[in-house]
């Protein structure tokens, strides 16, 4: 299974298909992210054995931010935050914005001369 794996994200690098950087950031995000990118290139090329040219780094960097970037969403969405409610009393009869149902009449803004 592995090695399947392996040679399909070679075969895919080499014709440098889309969307091949974000799988191999996926797929490889916990060494990503203890080797950094110049490092991860260094040794992805010889896990995959291709020249270290045909990975592109720019790429890589990219692939790695996004990956971060969707960890982090994960994790802020996964923990229990309950929700509390900030309900205000108005000082002004009419100008409580936060409840929806205080909408000022029309009437309350009309002074006669």
């Not at 799988?23 to 990118?37: P, Q, S």
């Not at 936060?98 to 909408?103: G, K």
Request: proline share 4%; net charge positive; aromatic share 8%.
């Amino acid at each position: 299974m592995i090695r399947q794996m392996k040679e399909f994200l070679k075969q895919k690098l080499l014709e440098n298909k889309s969307g091949i950087y974000s799988l191999i950031a996926h797929h490889y995000v916990d060494r990503m992210n203890e080797m950094g990118c110049s490092l991860f290139r260094d040794w992805l090329s010889q896990e995959l054995s291709v020249d270290k040219s045909s990975i592109n780094l720019t790429s890589l960097y990219s692939a790695s931010r996004r990956e971060q970037k969707k960890g982090k969403s994960k994790s802020k969405t996964s923990g229990f935050k309950p929700v509390t409610e900030n309900r205000q009393k108005s000082v002004i009869p009419g100008s409580n914005f936060s409840d929806p149902s205080a909408i000022p009449s029309s009437v309350d803004n009309i002074t006669e001369m």
